[in-house]
């Protein structure tokens, strides 16, 4: 089993400022990494797929990147919507795997 | 609109069954590989099984493995988990959700369905 480690789990930040998430697969996964975002109450939503590709939809402040076992998620500004849980999971083989999640909070 | 419709969550005590199913509408149910994926309250995301589009290829986490069995019935566009041998970390949100065109990413997912195991 492919294990997914993110960092940090906590964020503490202020709308405008531009974050950086960590996600480190524990064997390469090439770009078959995936981002999620969730809000409390809701299931989570398709960011990033393919470790840097947008899903339909999603605005260009959030940009992906990495490959083989280190990704990120960069938030370029960060608007009061994107306060949430973040999960990074690899795709390249079963069983499928996330990560432990990050937490963006206002600070 | 795509839509995934959970059901069959709720209450049961450890060590009886409970049978969740997935209700698909909006795309072609057959085309797609489909996967359950929990989050115990106030968790992260956990893969439970998933399963390719003609059911040929199925899988398991260890954790449920041997007591969970994932099944579909495409003329009616529903997925099933049936899962016995309940435990009270079995204690989830439940949900369902298809992978894309390509049988690779989760690009879609229900809302989810609570399955409580407590005596």
């Known amino acids: 089993e492919i294990v997914m480690t993110q960092s940090p789990a906590i964020l503490s930040v202020s709308p405008g400022e531009r974050i950086t998430l960590s996600c480190r697969a524990s064997q390469s996964v090439s770009s078959n990494l995936a981002w999620y975002q969730q809000k409390p109450g809701l299931a989570p939503r398709l960011l990033i797929h393919g470790a840097s590709t947008r899903a339909t939809g999603i605005p260009a402040r959030f940009s992906g990147g990495g490959s083989g076992t280190e990704f990120t998620l960069t938030i370029s500004s960060l608007q009061s919507e994107d306060f949430a849980v973040y999960y990074c999971?690899?795709?390249?083989?079963?069983?499928?795997?996330f990560g432990g999640g990050t937490k963006a909070e206002i600070k | 609109e795509v839509q995934l419709v959970e059901s069959g969550g709720g209450l049961v005590q450890p060590g009886r069954s409970l049978r969740l199913s997935c209700a698909a509408s909006g795309f072609i149910f057959d085309d797609y590989v489909i996967h359950w994926v929990r989050q115990a309250p106030g968790k992260g995301l956990e893969w439970v099984s998933g399963i390719s589009w003609n059911g040929g290829t199925v899988g398991y986490a260890d954790s449920v493995k041997g007591r969970f069995t994932i099944s579909r019935d495409n003329a009616k566009n529903s997925l099933h988990l049936q899962m016995n041998s309940l435990r009270p970390e079995d204690t989830a949100l439940y949900y369902c959700a298809k992978v894309n065109d390509y049988g690779d990413y989760i690009d879609f997912w229900g809302q989810g369905t609570l399955v409580t195991v407590s005596s």
């Open positions: 999971q690899q795709y390249d083989r079963w069983p499928l795997t």
